[in-house]
């Protein structure tokens, strides 16, 4: 069976304004049919913007789209999808009370009146057989992990024939081993000319282990590209950011310092989306002056422990106590003994979309003194100066703190979220995957900020799924498996293979 080749596009000065801001500045790109192609740049650097222009979420205000050899506007994501591009985002677009089918069905641009769900499943079930990884066609979207989730994302797009495929920042939110099949999926699928490959991410392996080309992107300018042959670590780095050094300085001080208790979690159990058990008995004790990192591929209840700690889910038993006195993350809980939180998807669950990157960033502190006067009265210049600060130290890419928290590109809601919760000065600090698509140079400087917060002697959870972070930041690191710390060791004593097998639920023997 010969398959069509993917369509062969090609942008040609492209440029994106947004007012008298130009995200996007007269930037040419081929992708021959097959291509791998990886775009790279620091956030904010318009990597969104130009594949938005591609699918029709924005109009170019310069420059041309060709598709297989035709100049054509695209006018929005339907003609795209007609062409044969897809993309899958950041962030997710399935509906969560449908099943995986469903969403894989009725991602279609035109659904029959009447669906044969009979045929329909045929048809999924025989394309599924084609596709090398699994997911749970009968489960509901919203019982799945992140990392299944994604996959469902790709699926749905090969399954409707996208044959050019967008993937911005696709394996954030995987597991280093799920990201690698998946890639080597795509890029197996594209060296046979099945697929061209367009994808958007911040690490650098990936580019260098996957990529056959790259684009980099500074401040909406195209600042180099080509082969990714001619191309190395520390080369891209350096042409996305100007700058070689993406060390994180801060050292942690010492020893652990064997503060007092700050967070005391016993015994904890909760339920997850889907009615399982998802915490089945989780005890843990973070001190002043510590970071205990929690390692665990993602689904394995660090999601729903993070909820709970942020009241955002019940505990159904067990005794969350933080300074020793019982906690409920009541927002005045909170306030009191200054516990910050980095809860993943900070745009949905750490922002509020229809307010100003300046409210955002005063959430914590706009009903308080100085912002507030007499209890109620919003001092909107102070709020604006201390955004401001905010804004400079943490390195925020934004056109001001009265822009829209919506205009924000991802790795900047994400710098937002953590300005604003490192600024309460936390004494504890619960952090699930800070880094999650920052570019090399902020998740520096976050790695400093949280050190730095250690150092101040401040409490922090860190749960990560990247390893290397957890190794570079934690003073202890546990292991969560299956709804529980199945291992725990200090950093001394800390080894990749003993932790890998934890997480991957052979501790027991391994033991
Ligand atoms: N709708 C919009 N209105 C105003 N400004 C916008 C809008 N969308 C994006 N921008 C701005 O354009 C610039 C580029 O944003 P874009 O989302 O393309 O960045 P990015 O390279 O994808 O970054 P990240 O790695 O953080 O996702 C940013 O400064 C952003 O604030
Ligand atoms: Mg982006």
């Given amino acids: 069976m010969t398959q069509p080749l993917p369509p062969h596009v090609e942008v040609a000065g492209l440029t994106k304004r947004f007012g008298s801001f130009t995200a996007l500045d007269d930037v040419s790109i081929r992708f021959a049919p097959g291509c791998f192609h990886a775009l790279l740049g620091e956030n904010g650097a318009g990597k969104s913007t130009l594949v938005k222009c591609l699918m029709g979420y924005h109009q170019p205000d310069g420059g041309s789209v060709a598709v297989d050899g035709r100049e054509i506007g695209i006018a929005n994501p339907r003609t795209a999808h007609a062409l044969g591009l897809g993309m899958v985002y950041q962030h997710f677009t399935l509906v969560p009370s449908m099943t995986v089918a469903e969403n894989l069905y009725v991602g279609r641009d035109l659904l029959p009146q009447v669906i044969d769900w009979r045929s329909a499943r045929a048809e999924i079930d025989a394309f599924m057989t084609r596709m090398p990884f699994r997911v749970p066609v009968d489960a509901r979207a919203e019982e799945l992990s992140a990392g299944e989730k994604q996959k469902v994302e790709i699926l749905k797009q090969l399954f409707h024939g996208r044959r050019f495929l967008i993937l911005d920042e696709p394996t954030s939110v995987l597991t280093p081993q799920e990201a690698e099949d998946m890639l080597g999926l795509l890029a197996g699928m594209a060296k046979t000319k099945a697929l061209s490959v367009l994808l958007i991410t911040h690490k650098m392996r990936e580019v260098l282990a996957f990529a056959d080309e790259v684009t980099v992107l500074r401040r909406g300018r195209q600042v180099t590209g ?75 209840g660090q999601r729903e422990l993070v909820d709970v700690l942020c009241g955002q889910r019940h505990a159904t038993g067990g005794v969350v106590a933080v300074d020793g006195e019982p906690y409920h993350a009541r927002r005045g809980e909170m306030r009191d003994h200054r516990v910050g939180i980095l809860p993943e998807e900070p745009m949905r669950n750490g922002c509020v979309r229809t307010m100003t990157v300046a409210e955002n960033l005063g959430l914590h502190t706009f009903d308080r003194p100085p912002i507030a006067r007499g209890g109620f009265w919003i001092d909107h210049h102070v709020l604006r100066e201390k955004a401001k600060a905010l804004i400079a130290r943490f390195n925020i890419r934004t056109q001001g703190p009265d822009a829209p928290v919506t205009s924000l ?103």
């Fill in 226 to 300: 080509g082969a990714v042959a001619d191309f190395n670590a520390a080369s891209l780095a350096e042409s996305m950011v100007g700058a070689t050094a993406f060390e994180a300085t801060t050292k942690r001080d010492g020893a652990r310092k064997g503060g007092e208790e700050v967070l005391e979690v016993v015994d904890l159990t909760a339920d997850g989306d889907r009615g399982n058990r998802a915490l089945a008995g989780v005890s843990l004790t973070v001190r002043a002056g510590e970071i205990l990192g929690i390692a665990g591929v993602s689904g394995n």
């Fill in 409 to 511: 590109s991802g790795g900047n809601v994400q710098r937002l979220v953590l300005a604003r919760e490192l600024d309460r000065a936390p004494r504890l600090m619960i952090a699930a995957n800070p880094c999650f698509g920052l570019d090399v140079a902020a998740v520096a400087a976050i790695h400093d900020e949280l050190v730095a917060a250690r150092n101040r002697g401040a409490a922090i959870l860190l749960l990560s799924e990247d390893l290397d972070e957890l190794l570079a930041l934690s003073d202890r690191i546990a292991v969560m498996f299956g709804g529980r710390l199945v291992y725990e060791t200090g950093i001394e004593t800390a080894d990749v293979g003993a932790l890998g097998r934890h997480m991957a639920g052979d501790g027991a023997e391994a033991a």
